[in-house]
């Protein structure tokens, strides 16, 4: 569980390096918790402008 965790830190980290905020970025803990764990990292949901930046970042990366 811990390097899951330290995956969304990460995430969270470089994300707000260029300037997007994901509010809800966490480990969905149903697939954290189940018996055999395979974790999966919930974006979860933003605003248009939160979009509109990561539309942006991803555009610039893709050059």
Do not use: F, H, I, K
């Amino acid at each position: 569980m811990r390097s899951v965790e330290q995956v969304v830190d990460q995430l969270r980290d470089e994300l707000g390096r260029v300037g997007v905020t994901l509010p809800s970025l966490r480990v969905d803990p149903v697939t954290a918790a189940s018996e055999v764990p395979y974790p999966l990292v919930e974006l979860g949901r933003c605003n248009m402008d939160t979009a509109m930046r990561l539309v942006a970042v991803l555009r610039e990366a893709g050059r």
